[in-house]
């Protein structure tokens, strides 16, 4: 193969098919629609497995996205979610993340719900441009509220592409604020924090694979002067691009590294992994992508 044609070859191996595909499962990047460039998106996440029993949690997230300026894009989401529990907990009874049980449930018995989660309003506005600057930098805003709650979130985006855009490498710092009522009336106030980094090779035309991984830090109540809980992440993730679509699915699974700053928090950890009402042992991702 002469030199033009590798050279040719490399270039399109380093185009992504549309401007607001998404390679990885949860890290955000910096890149935004053009202007009057809009895209629909159907989000799949799933916590499932905890230390026995059933557990199962889908969280449903249909997406219309908009790019207001070549550097600002806004999004609204529709959020639904469905929970399926059945004695999982550590010491038999049934719970779990968003196990929302009434009061009279009997904690032996299973519990199953699809429910409306919430709304929310995403806004990403780029600093820098990674495919023009030495790295791309953004910043993103999404509150959300719903029957249950509310929760303000925010992301500082990180961005560095190499070999020529085929590998990028991201990183989100998320820090949010969230207030919840559970069916017995029971208030939660709390604020998670999250760094999420990982790498996405694009290794032939169309296709991307890589890994990421997360660390999750909560808080009791608002601010940091509380810690909760600490657990840790980390899987692979696949993607695949055309100009008319896009997928992308990701697993990560819980490492053994929980950690509990309450009294709490440390009789649900079994093994090094941390579940109650907080995580499970696996999630997955399924992201797909049609813009227009």
């Known amino acids: 193969m002469s030199l033009t044609a590798i050279a040719a070859l490399a270039s399109v191996l380093a185009q992504p098919a549309t401007a607001g595909e998404s390679p990885f499962g949860w890290i955000y990047t910096t890149d935004t629609h053009p202007k009057g460039k809009k895209e629909f998106e159907q989000w799949i996440e799933t ?95 999404e509150p959300s509220i719903g029957p249950r709650g509310w929760e303000l979130e925010s992301k500082f985006i990180l961005q560095k592409n190499f070999l020529d855009d085929r590998l990028i490498w991201a990183t989100n710092l998320n820090v949010s604020v969230e207030r919840t009522k559970s069916a017995t009336g029971e208030v939660e106030r709390a604020t998670p924090v999250d760094v999420l980094t990982g790498l996405s090779y694009r290794f032939r035309n169309n296709w991307s694979a890589g890994m990421e991984a997360r660390n999750h830090r909560e808080f009791t109540g608002y601010g940091f002067g509380q810690p909760d809980h600490s657990a840790w992440f980390i899987g692979p993730n696949v993607h695949y691009a055309t100009k008319a679509w896009w997928v992308t699915g990701a697993w990560r699974s819980q490492l053994k590294q929980a950690s509990g700053f309450t009294d709490e928090q440390r009789a649900v950890i079994q093994n090094g992994r941390i579940y109650g009402g907080e995580h499970a042992r696996n999630e997955f991702m399924v992201k797909v992508g049609v813009p227009f």
């Open 47 to 141: 916590q499932r497995g905890q230390s026995q029993g059933d557990y199962t949690n889908t969280l449903l997230r249909s997406e219309f996205e908009y790019g207001v300026s070549d550097n600002y894009q806004i999004a609204l989401y529709y959020n639904q979610r469905y929970v399926n529990a059945y004695r999982n907990g550590i010491d038999g009874t049934t719970g779990g993340p968003d196990v929302d049980a009434p009061s009279g449930f009997d904690p032996m018995s299973r519990y199953s719900k699809f429910r409306f989660e919430s709304v929310s309003m995403e806004n990403l506005y780029r600093l820098s441009n990674p495919y023009t600057d030495p790295i791309g930098m953004a910043i993103y805003f």
